[in-house]
């Protein structure tokens, strides 16, 4: 059991590693935690989610880019990879589930990588079909694992319109999931004319958009 | 009222800040004039038939009307000359096959070697298709080289992610390497220029807020940029950038790149509107935009469509100084109805008294 003390340097640390994208460091940090015995879903939590949160206003303010956050979230997983077997089960307002992936016919999965990092880091658990993503694989992976909310991105309009044919598929089997799409050629009106729940432009809206979509469902299912 | 410029003219006329009988129109109709070409999109990708490819676009400005033909094939036309790997989908836009990217470690970067643009696989065939428009309509219409620049390239050779993080990690092996393809794309310049084409777009795509600092965009493409502008301004032809990133560094496309245009989907990262995208750049260069793609010339009906035109000439136009285009290419899947509808929104609307 390590003292408050010591567990405030060690969450300080593990920010401090992520906004300074400093991948040794939190890799270290992250031995240091488990060795001192420190709690491993308070250090992802308030550690390495907290730090993202920097990066994440960093990154609204045009102060990071996309080379700095890919940096931020690569140290990132270097502490999370170690603190994940140590994480105990535990049902504190667990966050949500998500499936995302590119569309079919495109590899542009960048924004995707970028959007995995930070709900991860939030608590999220993400199931990442990756990109060119064959349509019924949403579909099948949504039921799979009951996920509340599926992020489908498209950066050509050529993969776009996959995303009309993919919305009643998912709905279809579950009216209650949501969606949400995202990329450069999605705006508002795609998302009226395909029936989907909400765009974002960035990874930090997208984890916005879904704290409010799922506080909704789960209102929802309470009611 | 009746065209009383030829779309040469027309171009040419708005680009000198003058006001020219109509404002042009270019809705970027670049793959998507593969359904005019009998070709499949994924043929007209391969370029190997350069007389479908002349005859797809010819065909495309006579049905649609634009001033002007940008010989964008994809984006993957430099790093695939330099040896990357090229998927070809039926129905979807040629790319790197990322699973196998041609640099598969920052130790890689010395795998990129020069070669000759007018030897190899599709830059020979862009250059070959500026030869065939030159014919065709070298007189009559504004043929755009395209070329996409330095950094560009190495992300489809290296992996966008993977490249990124090297800008920051590995950046002397990084710059080893843009040495490298500045050579090449010089050579593919002075090709596409001996070819015919009246202008060179350099596709910066990097050089806005949405993807690079304003500082790492500098340092890694500043001098690319400036290499290939000041060969082409000396050259006596156009030179331009297309970006269709939020909030592009104007400022160093100027800097580095004095282009007579710029085709671009948002507004610069120093203002907060058209409005004052027009008062602070809109003596300095032309401004070819910003119809959206997806939900307005894909998407739009066709009321919205004449709408967005509208507007977009209302704020713009005065001057001269702006052609009317979609603000990154037009779907190669979009309708092209609505492509014939933006022309006429210029010939609507953009009539200059």
Redesign the interface.
């Known amino acids: 059991m390590v003292t408050k003390e010591k567990e405030q340097e060690l969450i300080k640390r593990l920010q401090d590693a992520v906004i300074n994208y400093r991948v040794d460091d939190a890799r270290k940090t992250a031995e240091e935690a488990i060795k001192a015995g420190a709690d491993a879903y308070t250090m992802t939590m308030s550690g390495l989610a907290g730090g993202m949160e920097v990066v994440s206003q960093k990154f609204d303010s ?1 102060e990071y ?4 956050t ?2 931020c979230a ?1 140290a990132l997983y270097a502490a999370l990879d170690l603190l994940k077997p140590h994480i105990k089960a535990r049902d504190e307002g667990a966050r949500g589930q998500v499936v995302l992936g590119v569309m079919q ?6 924004g995707k ?1 970028l959007i995995k990092a930070i709900f991860e880091s939030a608590g999220w658990t993400v199931h990442d079909l990756g ?1 060119d993503v064959p349509l019924q694989k949403f579909v099948d992976e949504q039921l799979k694992t009951d996920s509340d909310i599926v992020m489908l991105s498209a950066m ?6 996959g995303i009309k044919k993919l919305i009643p598929m998912i709905k279809e089997k579950n009216p209650k999931v949501k969606i949400m799409i995202g990329g ?7 998302v009226e ?1 395909y029936g989907a729940d909400v765009t974002a432009d960035n990874a930090p809206n997208a984890l916005r958009e879904a704290m409010r979509m799922l506080e909704a469902l789960r209102k929802g299912r309470a009611a | 009222m009746a065209d009383q410029m030829t779309s040469l003219e027309r171009v040419a006329t708005a680009m000198q800040f003058k006001e020219a009988d109509r404002v042009p129109a270019a809705p970027l109709v670049c793959g998507a004039s593969h359904r005019f070409s009998g070709l499949t999109y994924a043929d007209w990708s391969r370029g190997t038939d350069i007389d479908a490819m002349v005859k797809g676009h010819v065909d495309a400005l006579d049905m649609i009307g634009h001033d002007g033909v940008v010989l964008l094939i994809d984006l993957s036309v430099e790093a695939h000359a330099f040896g990357c790997e090229i998927n070809f ?1 039926e ?3 040629a ?2 096959n ?1 699973d196998k990217p041609f640099i598969g470690s920052h130790k890689e970067y010395t795998k990129v070697k020069r070669i000759d643009p007018r030897k190899t696989l599709r830059t020979k065939s862009v250059i070959e298709l500026a030869a065939g428009l030159s014919k065709e309509i070298g007189k009559t219409h504004a043929i755009v080289g395209f070329v996409y620049g330095s950094i560009g390239v190495l992300s489809m050779l290296r992996g ?2 993977a490249f ?2 090297d ?3 590995h950046p002397n092996e990084v710059m080893a390497a843009v040495e490298v393809v500045d050579e090449v794309l010089m050579d593919y310049t002075k090709a596409q220029l001996e070819a015919g084409v009246h202008a060179i777009c350099y596709d910066h795509l990097y050089g806005s ?5 304003k500082p ?1 965009w500098e340092k890694f493409e500043g001098q690319s940029v400036k290499k290939i502008a000041d060969y082409v301004h000396k050259a006596g032809a156009l030179f331009g950038f297309h970006n ?1 990133g939020n ?1 592009i560094y104007f400022d160093m496309s100027m800097k580095y790149g004095k282009p007579h245009f710029i085709s671009h989907a948002y507004v610069a990262d120093d203002v907060d509107s058209w409005e004052e995208n027009k008062k602070k750049w809109g003596k300095s260069t032309t401004t070819i935009g910003w119809i ?4 307005v010339a ?2 739009g009906t066709p009321e919205e469509i004449e709408e967005e035109c509208k507007a977009e000439i209302e704020i713009y136009a005065k001057g001269g100084g702006f052609i009317l285009a979609t603000g ?1 290419e037009y ?4 309708p092209l109805r609505n492509a014939k509808r933006i022309v006429e929104a210029a010939k609507k609307y953009g009539v200059y008294k």
Do not use: W
Request: with cysteine.
């Open positions: 045009h880019f996309v080379p700095e890919l940096l690569k016919g495109d590899v542009h999965d960048l990588n990109r050509m309009t050529t993969s776009m319109v450069a050629p999605i705006t508002e009106k795609t004319e | 989908p129905m979807g836009t790319h790197p990322y966008p992610e990124f993080m800008l920051m990690e807020q949405s993807i690079l600092s790492l269709c909030g959206p793609p997806g939900p894909m998407l990154c779907g190669p899947n979009a």
